[in-house]
């Protein structure tokens, strides 16, 4: 292929990515960095220590609901990668089926189940046991999270364990290891790269989400998501909105590079 047919096939993605990507941060970093006349101005980033609880409160969340993603995710991935080929197929299709319903009805479904005279409670009730408050408070907010995201470590972390070589795990029993040594020294660095790939896939929409917190959370938990869009939605600052923005992008890069530098740095030690 020479460098005119070349470009001619990578003009329209560069286009589009001009016009959807670049142009877009563009924009943002513009009003981040200037005042409402239009100057360079830092003042919008000075503004950001204001919201410096609900940026570790947005940071905790995520943490909190990333580790129960992965902790739910490993088991299912490991068993549904142990069974056959057919029956995978089908588990894999129940896991995915969530994330083919719009996200707001899913949280809303959840909103059912939750409220003081939803599901749980009249089941509860009905069995003589006292309701209990599970609607609008933190562990609502991060199992939102956890329901919305978890698919999306499952899969990852599915896909490095059905390409695993289990015969290293056979060595180390041939070795004497107990089943924790395998765990620990053998399934871990094996499965590396997924569990990477799933925390990557989690953190990130978990620390940015705004619609979960408002809805589970009954407006009693603001994540950084819910201040950018009241920023733009109701306060119409711009420019402060565009600064909370830049700021929760650079952060998200920053965690993208931390986790492919370790994720490269673990699988050369792994070879």
Same mark, same amino acid.
């Given at each position: 292929?020479?460098? %005119?047919?070349?470009?001619?096939?990578?003009? #329209?993605?560069?286009?589009?990515? !001009?016009? *959807? &990507?670049?142009? #877009?941060?563009?924009?943002?970093?513009?009003?981040?960095?200037?005042?409402? !006349? @239009?100057?360079?101005?830092?003042?919008?980033?000075?503004?950001?220590?204001?919201?410096?609880?609900?940026?570790? =409160? /947005?940071?905790? *969340? @995520?943490?909190?609901?990333?580790?129960?993603?992965?902790?739910?995710?490993? #088991?299912?991935?490991?068993? +549904? /990668?142990?069974?056959?080929?057919?029956?995978?197929?089908?588990?894999?299709?129940?896991?995915? &089926? #969530?994330?083919?319903?719009?996200?707001?009805? =899913?949280?809303?479904?959840?909103?059912?189940?939750?409220?003081?005279?939803?599901?749980?409670?009249?089941?509860?009730?009905?069995? @003589?046991?006292? $309701?209990?408050?599970? &609607?609008?408070? /933190?562990?609502?907010?991060?199992? @939102?999270?956890?329901?919305?995201?978890? $698919? +999306?470590?499952?899969?990852?972390?599915?896909?490095?364990?059905?390409?695993?070589?289990?015969?290293?795990?056979?060595?180390? =029993?041939?070795?004497?290891?107990?089943? *924790?040594? &395998?765990?620990?020294?053998?399934?871990?660095?094996?499965?590396?790269?997924?569990?990477? /790939?799933?925390?990557?896939?989690?953190?990130? $929409?978990?620390?940015?989400?705004?619609?979960?917190?408002?809805?589970?959370?009954?407006? %009693?938990?603001?994540?950084?998501?819910?201040?950018?869009?009241?920023? +733009?939605?109701?306060?119409?600052?711009?420019?402060?909105?565009?600064?909370?923005?830049?700021?929760?992008?650079?952060?998200?890069?920053?965690?993208?590079?931390?986790?492919? %530098?370790?994720?490269?740095?673990?699988?050369?030690?792994?070879?």
């Amino acid at each position: 292929m020479n460098n %005119r047919t070349y470009n001619t096939i990578t003009a #329209p993605y560069g286009l589009w990515m !001009a016009v *959807f &990507i670049i142009a #877009p941060l563009a924009i943002v970093a513009y009003y981040a960095l200037t005042d409402a !006349a @239009g100057h360079f101005s830092l003042s919008n980033i000075t503004q950001l220590t204001l919201y410096t609880d609900t940026i570790f =409160r /947005s940071i905790w *969340f @995520g943490l909190v609901a990333t580790v129960l993603c992965l902790v739910t995710a490993y #088991p299912l991935a490991y068993i +549904f /990668s142990k069974t056959k080929a057919s029956t995978q197929t089908v588990l894999v299709m129940l896991i995915m &089926i #969530p994330m083919w319903m719009n996200f707001i009805l =899913r949280t809303y479904a959840i909103m059912v189940l939750f409220e003081d005279t939803g599901i749980i409670n009249h089941a509860l009730q009905s069995i @003589g046991l006292s $309701p209990l408050h599970l &609607i609008n408070t /933190s562990g609502a907010v991060i199992f @939102g999270m956890v329901y919305n995201y978890v $698919p +999306f470590m499952v899969l990852p972390l599915y896909t490095t364990m059905t390409k695993l070589d289990y015969k290293f795990i056979e060595a180390g =029993r041939d070795l004497g290891a107990n089943g *924790f040594q &395998i765990f620990k020294d053998v399934m871990i660095p094996l499965t590396k790269p997924g569990i990477i /790939s799933g925390v990557t896939m989690v953190f990130v $929409p978990s620390v940015s989400t705004f619609y979960i917190s408002q809805k589970l959370g009954g407006g %009693r938990y603001t994540l950084i998501g819910d201040v950018i869009e009241m920023q +733009f939605q109701t306060a119409y600052n711009y420019h402060l909105g565009a600064s909370i923005s830049l700021l929760l992008m650079i952060f998200i890069l920053v965690c993208l590079a931390v986790m492919n %530098r370790f994720g490269d740095a673990e699988e050369g030690m792994v070879v």
